[in-house]
C-alpha cells in the first residue's frame, strides 16, 4: 500500500481544505477528510483511479460524504448532526469574517467552484468530475462567480 | 471580462483565500499497511471516553432534573400530554402533540438539548421502540426523528433511519443524544450511537457518521457499507445510474423503461442561478439497470415537460438556466431508433408547466412566462400533424409547479405555486378537453403543496412528495395521497418512511410507482436516487387509509391504526405539525410513533 500513502500525504490538505470550505467547521473536515481517506484505502486495491485523476477522485468522495452528512442533518429536523460551523479564534476570525463576506455574494455553487480552482492541479474536466457538471459549465460557474466578485472588490482587497 | 481580467481576479482570490491554510493541517501519520487509518476524531473520542462517561451520568441526571423544567414544562392540563412509561394499557398508541412553542427550533444551537441518555432500546407495544435508560425505572418514549421506522428483519425490530439503513436494533446498548420534553418522552435529536451492539450477529452497519466511542473503528472493508440500503416494506430502492442528482428533469414510463432527462443539479436558486443538464438516462426495472440516451437535439434546460405517445418521448419548454431563458422548443425521442427529432415551435416559451398525453394529442397546461406570470392556460399538440392548437384559460388560479394526470378522459390537475410569493395551492381541476370544460377539484388545507409529483394508477391519482413554505424554509414532504375521482375523495398511503423530496419525477408502471431525483432543500443537493412503491406489497396491510378529520385542535385523533395525524397549528406562525403512529398489526410496514416533524415559516 505504499502508493496509497504517497497519495494520502500529497493530497490531504487538499482534500481537507475543500472540506473545510465546504462545511466552515474544522471538526467537519477532520472527519470527513479522514473517511474520505479511509473509504479511498478500502477501494483503492479493487478500483484504483485513472492516474493523474487521484485528486478529483477523493474530492468527488469528499464531496459526496459531505453531502450525505448535510442531507442527513437536513432529514432530521431539528437535529443536529452538524456541528455549529467554525468557531472563530483569535487567528481565524479575520480569515471567516471574510469568508461570511464572500458566502453572502456567492451562491454556494460558485463558491465550491472557486474553491476548487484554487487548486492549481484541477482541470476544468476534473472540476466538473467533482461537482456534477461539463467542463463548459465550469467555465461558465467561474465567470460568473469572478463576475460577482469584480463588484465587490472589497472582497479581494 | 476578459481573460486577463479572470486571471487577475482568481489570483486576488487565490491570494485571499490562502489564509485558510493556517487551519489546513498535515497529513496524521499513518501505516496503512499494517493498522488502517482511523479517524482522527476516532482518537480524539477515545482519548475522551473515560472523561465522557463520567459527564455523561452527569447529562442524564441533570436531563431528568433539569429537562422537564427546561424542555418540558407543558402545561398540566394539556390534553396530549404524554403518559408515563408503562403506564397505559390503551390498544392504540397515545398521540403526543408538542405545542410548538415549547419545540426547539431547528436549525439554532438552542434547538436540540445537548443531553445524551444511555440505555438499552427495547420493543415498546404502544410507542414501537422506547429506551430503557440506564439507572432508571420503567422506559422511555422516544420522539424519534422525521423518517425513522421500526422495521423487522427476521426476528429482530431494527430502527432504521430515513434511507432504510438500519440504526441499531433493540437489544442494543445506545447512546441517545437530545433531551427531555414533558414526563419521560425523549427527544432523540442528537446523535445516535450503538454502544454495544445485542450480538455481535446483530451490529447494524455504521448508517451513522459517528464513530462508536468505545470501539474506536478503524473503517476495516467489512465495516464498509458497501451494500445499498435494503429494501422495506412496500419500497424498493432504485440503483443510482449514470446520471447526477438533479431536480426540476422529467422523466416517463415507456412501458418497459424510466426515461430521466435533463433538470438542474445541486444548489441555487433554480429561476435564477441553474445551469441545466443535457443528458438523460433510461432505468429498465426488470434488469433493475441503466443505460444512457444520447444528449438529442435541444439545449440544456429544466422545467420542462414530457409525455410518452405510444412510440416517442416528447420535450418541450422549460427553461435554459442563467442566460438561456424560457423555451418554447421541443423534440421527440425515439428508443427505437435511438434518435431525436425536433417538433414544431408551440405557444410562448413557459417552465414549471405540465403536460399529458390523451392519446392523440399532448396537452401543455400552466406553468410561467419568461415574464413570471402563471397561467392558466395551455396548448395542444398534435405529433400526427406537427401542429399545435391553443386552450383556453380553465377555471381555476393560475399555476405553475402543479401536477397533472391524463385519467383516460379528463386531466386532473392539482396544487402547485399560485400568484405571489408563498401561495401554494390546494385545490384542483378535472379538464375534459371533448367539450373543454372543467369541474374545480374542493381544496383540502392538508393537501397544499408545489413540487410534487403525480401518477394515474388506473384508479386513482397518487399525489406524493412537495413542499411549502417560503422557498428559503421550504421542507419536503415525505407523504401520498390518493385522489379517487369516482368519488371525489381523498385517502393517504400507507407508505414506509422515505426522505421527502420535491422537484422529483414519478412515473406509474402498471404496478409501481417510480420516484426518481429531486431536491430536500432550496439550495442544498438534488439526489441521485429514487424508489419504487409497489401498493401490493405490504401482505395484508392496507395500502390506502382513511384521511384523518382536519382541525386546528392539537389533540386530532383517528378511528385508522395505520394513519398519520396531521394537523396546521394557525395562526402560531402558520406551523404544520405531523404526527404518525405505530399500527401494531402491520408493524413491519409502519412507522414508529409518536414523532414530530415541523414545517417553520421564516
Redesign the interface.
Given at each position: 500500500?505504499?502508493d496509497?500513502?504517497q497519495v494520502?500525504?500529497r493530497h490531504?490538505?487538499s482534500v481537507?481544505?475543500y472540506v473545510?470550505?465546504l462545511t466552515r467547521s474544522?471538526?467537519e473536515a477532520?472527519?470527513v477528510t479522514?473517511?474520505t481517506?479511509?473509504?479511498a484505502?478500502?477501494a483503492w486495491p479493487a478500483k484504483p483511479p485513472a492516474a493523474g485523476t487521484e485528486l478529483g477522485w477523493l474530492l468527488l468522495t469528499a464531496r459526496r460524504?459531505t453531502?450525505?452528512?448535510?442531507?442527513?442533518a437536513?432529514?432530521?429536523?431539528?437535529?443536529?448532526?452538524l456541528r455549529?460551523p467554525h468557531t472563530a479564534t483569535e487567528?481565524?476570525v479575520?480569515?471567516w469574517l471574510?469568508?461570511d463576506a464572500l458566502s453572502r455574494i456567492l451562491?454556494?455553487?460558485q463558491r465550491?467552484v472557486?474553491?476548487l480552482?484554487?487548486q492549481r492541479d484541477l482541470s476544468d474536466a476534473d472540476i466538473g468530475m467533482v461537482?456534477?457538471?461539463t467542463p463548459s459549465?465550469v467555465r461558465?460557474?467561474?465567470?460568473?462567480a469572478?463576475?460577482n466578485?469584480?463588484a465587490h472588490p472589497e472582497?479581494?482587497a | 471580462?476578459s481573460q486577463h481580467?479572470?486571471s487577475e481576479?482568481?489570483e486576488?482570490?487565490?491570494q485571499?483565500?490562502s489564509?485558510?491554510?493556517?487551519?489546513?493541517?498535515?497529513?496524521p501519520a499513518?501505516d496503512?499497511?499494517r493498522t488502517?487509518?482511523?479517524?482522527?476524531?476516532?482518537d480524539a473520542e477515545q482519548r475522551r471516553v473515560p472523561a465522557l462517561v463520567a459527564l455523561l451520568a452527569s447529562f442524564v441526571v441533570l436531563a431528568v432534573v433539569l429537562g422537564p423544567l427546561l424542555w418540558g414544562a407543558l402545561p398540566a392540563d394539556r390534553g396530549a400530554s404524554p403518559s408515563p412509561a408503562g403506564d397505559s394499557a390503551a390498544p392504540r398508541p397515545t398521540l403526543v402533540a408538542v405545542p410548538t412553542q415549547e419545540?426547539?427550533?431547528?436549525?439554532t444551537?438552542q434547538?436540540?438539548p445537548a443531553a445524551l441518555a444511555f440505555g438499552e432500546l427495547v420493543e415498546h407495544p404502544e410507542w414501537g421502540i422506547a429506551l430503557a435508560a440506564d439507572g432508571q425505572p420503567g422506559t422511555d418514549r422516544v420522539l424519534w426523528?422525521?423518517?425513522f421506522a421500526g422495521v423487522w428483519e427476521s426476528d429482530r425490530l431494527a430502527l432504521v433511519?430515513?434511507n432504510g439503513r438500519a440504526v441499531a436494533y433493540v437489544g442494543d446498548q445506545v447512546e441517545l443524544?437530545g433531551g427531555f420534553i414533558g414526563n419521560n418522552s425523549w427527544l432523540a435529536?442528537?446523535?445516535i450511537r450503538v454502544v454495544a451492539a445485542a450480538s455481535p450477529s446483530a451490529s447494524p452497519p455504521p448508517a451513522s457518521?459517528?464513530p462508536s466511542p468505545s470501539n474506536g473503528p478503524t473503517?476495516?472493508?467489512s465495516s464498509?457499507p458497501t451494500a445499498p440500503p435494503p429494501s422495506v416494506g412496500n419500497i424498493r430502492d432504485i440503483p443510482e445510474g449514470p446520471l447526477?442528482?438533479r431536480s426540476h428533469h422529467s422523466a416517463v414510463w415507456t412501458g418497459s423503461e424510466m426515461i430521466v432527462w435533463g433538470g438542474l443539479?445541486?444548489?441555487?436558486?433554480p429561476l435564477r442561478?441553474g445551469?441545466p443538464?443535457p443528458d438523460g438516462a433510461a432505468y429498465l426495472p426488470a434488469t433493475d439497470t441503466w443505460r444512457p440516451i444520447p444528449n438529442g437535439l435541444l439545449a440544456a434546460r429544466f422545467g420542462h415537460s414530457a409525455v410518452w405517445t405510444a412510440s416517442e418521448m416528447i420535450v418541450w419548454g422549460g427553461n435554459a438556466g442563467?442566460d438561456g431563458g424560457i423555451l418554447a422548443d421541443g423534440a421527440a425521442y425515439d428508443p427505437a431508433t435511438d434518435t431525436w427529432r425536433l417538433i414544431s415551435s408551440g405557444p410562448a416559451g413557459r417552465t414549471l408547466h405540465t403536460a399529458v398525453w390523451t392519446g392523440t394529442e399532448m396537452i401543455v397546461w400552466g406553468g410561467v412566462l419568461a415574464s413570471g406570470e402563471p397561467r392558466a392556460d395551455g396548448a395542444a399538440y398534435d405529433p400526427a400533424t406537427d401542429t399545435w392548437r391553443d386552450l383556453p384559460p380553465l377555471p381555476v388560479e393560475p399555476r405553475s409547479a402543479h401536477s397533472a394526470v391524463w385519467t383516460g378522459d379528463s386531466m386532473i390537475v392539482w396544487g402547485g405555486d399560485g400568484p405571489g410569493p408563498g401561495n401554494e395551492l390546494d385545490d384542483g381541476l378535472l379538464y375534459d378537453p371533448t367539450d373543454q370544460s372543467g369541474t374545480r377539484i374542493a381544496p383540502d388545507h392538508l393537501l397544499r403543496r408545489a413540487g410534487h409529483s403525480a401518477v394515474w394508477t388506473g384508479e386513482r391519482m397518487i399525489v406524493w412528495g412537495g413542499t411549502q413554505g417560503r422557498p428559503a424554509a421550504r421542507?419536503p414532504f415525505s407523504d401520498g395521497l390518493a385522489y379517487d375521482p369516482s368519488t371525489g375523495s381523498w385517502s393517504m398511503l400507507n407508505l414506509v418512511p422515505s426522505?421527502g423530496r420535491f422537484s422529483h419525477s414519478a412515473v406509474w408502471t402498471g404496478s409501481e410507482m417510480l420516484v426518481w431525483g429531486g431536491r430536500?432543500?432550496v439550495?442544498?443537493?438534488a439526489s441521485a436516487d429514487g424508489f419504487a412503491y409497489d401498493p401490493e406489497a405490504l401482505h395484508g396491510c392496507a395500502d390506502l387509509v382513511d384521511l384523518p378529520p382536519v382541525s386546528d385542535d392539537s389533540n386530532t385523533d383517528s378511528a385508522n391504526e395505520v394513519a398519520e395525524i396531521v394537523f396546521t397549528a394557525e395562526g402560531a406562525n402558520d406551523q404544520l405539525v405531523r404526527i404518525r403512529y405505530t399500527d401494531p398489526a402491520c408493524r413491519s410496514h409502519s412507522l414508529l410513533g409518536p414523532y414530530i416533524?415541523?414545517l417553520l415559516e421564516e
Open positions: 500500500m505504499e496509497f500513502e494520502y500525504m490531504y490538505r481537507y481544505r473545510l470550505g474544522t471538526d477532520d472527519e479522514a473517511d481517506f479511509a473509504r484505502f478500502n460524504r453531502t450525505d452528512r448535510w442531507r442527513r437536513r432529514r432530521l429536523v431539528g437535529l443536529h448532526f455549529e487567528q481565524n479575520e480569515f471574510w469568508f451562491p454556494a455553487r465550491e472557486l474553491l480552482r484554487y461537482m456534477g457538471i459549465g461558465s460557474l467561474v465567470s460568473r469572478l463576475e466578485l469584480r472582497l479581494l | 471580462m481580467d479572470e481576479l482568481l486576488r482570490f487565490r485571499r483565500l489564509a485558510i491554510e493556517a487551519q489546513v493541517p498535515e497529513p499513518r496503512f499497511a488502517g487509518i482511523r479517524r482522527r476524531a476516532d419545540r426547539p427550533e431547528p436549525g444551537p434547538g436540540c426523528p422525521h423518517g433511519d430515513g443524544g435529536c442528537g446523535e457518521t459517528s473503517l476495516a472493508p464498509e447526477v442528482g443539479p445541486d444548489g441555487g436558486e442561478q445551469i443538464i442563467h421542507e426522505p430536500t432543500s439550495s442544498g443537493p416533524e415541523m
